[in-house]
């Protein structure tokens, strides 16, 4: 019986089958990496979708990657990235001289954006190679989950973030309870993942990063939304980031790509994004940040 990894709940939906051969090929000409050892020999993977939450999730539960994978996408250059929305919405939830725990640290970019602005901040990171390059910049990094964490460290932070961390994780809502445990009553868990009410992936459900073994969960509004009960918060906020210029053009090519004639496509995308940049027209981007408020008086 399949359960959701947020609710426990059985109140399941099957949603999609996903071929593995597709995946695992895709991952070796685009990237260069053989990730068919994460699928155990499966032929296909499972989406299913949450029914209390719109929550959706991969099945089985153990084709997350290890270090090796992460070891591996390290090395382009675009996959720890530089500042972005998300990490400027969290800077702005943070007051100076609080004390900060950033869970998947990586190579320490978001430390290094927040010590510039006084905020005392810590990293957690299970990619050693990562981690090892964040505690060369001077930053205090634990190398630890926050699972084996949490017990020694109950109310020390004022903010923990998890800055596109969660859609890598099978076991949301364990570990989710273990990140309120070092919170502060009163303290905020920003979390901020993938948007998946999407512009990109509605058209491109094989988009290779939104997948096992790299992604294992699937957000959006509701979702983050409803897991708030579940994640036993006092109160949520979900922001949905603006789409960047830079992206228009991203967006209305996988539109046309679906909706428009072939013979039309490339006049309709520059038309159609040059016409939304101009007048500003409000769609979703990229990302979600959520914002949860551990029950109790803040100090």
């Known amino acids: 019986m399949i359960s959701s990894p947020l609710t426990g709940s059985n109140d399941v939906t099957p949603l999609m089958e996903f071929n593995t051969a597709l995946i695992t090929d895709g991952y070796r000409n685009e990237l260069g990496i053989d990730v068919s050892e994460y699928f155990f020999g499966l032929k296909s993977i499972q989406l299913y979708r949450c029914n209390s939450t719109g929550y959706r999730f991969f099945h089985p539960e153990n084709l997350a990657g290890n270090e090796s994978l992460y070891r591996h996408l390290e090395n382009f250059d675009w996959y720890y990235s530089r500042w972005k929305w998300e990490n400027d919405f969290a800077l ?71 800055m596109q961390v969660l859609e890598h994780i099978y076991n949301v809502q364990d570990f989710v309870a273990h990140a309120m445990l070092v919170l502060k009553p009163g303290g905020k868990l920003i979390i901020a993942v993938p948007n998946n009410n999407p512009f990109l992936y509605r058209h491109d459900a094989y988009t290779l990063l939104n997948l096992p073994p790299h992604h294992m969960g699937w957000w959006n509004k509701e979702s983050l939304l409803n897991a708030a009960k579940y994640f036993s918060a006092e109160s949520c906020n979900v922001t949905v980031e603006p789409l960047q210029d830079n992206e228009r053009y991203t967006y209305f090519m996988k539109y046309a790509e679906v909706n428009i004639p072939s013979a039309l496509r490339s006049f309709y995308t520059r038309l159609r994004a040059k016409y939304s940049r101009i007048v500003k027209e409000k769609r979703d981007g990229r990302n979600l940040v959520a914002v949860y408020t551990k029950p109790g008086k803040a100090a």
Do not use: W
């Open 92 to 162: 702005q939830q943070m007051q100076p001289g609080q004390r900060v725990l950033d869970i998947g640290c990586g190579d320490g970019f978001f430390l290094d954006g927040l010590s510039k602005r006084g905020i005392r901040c810590e990293g957690m990171e299970t990619n050693y190679s990562a981690a090892e390059k964040a505690t060369k910049k001077g930053h205090t990094v634990h190398v630890s989950t926050i699972q084996n964490f949490s017990p020694a460290n109950k109310d020390v932070y004022d903010v923990v973030c998890a």
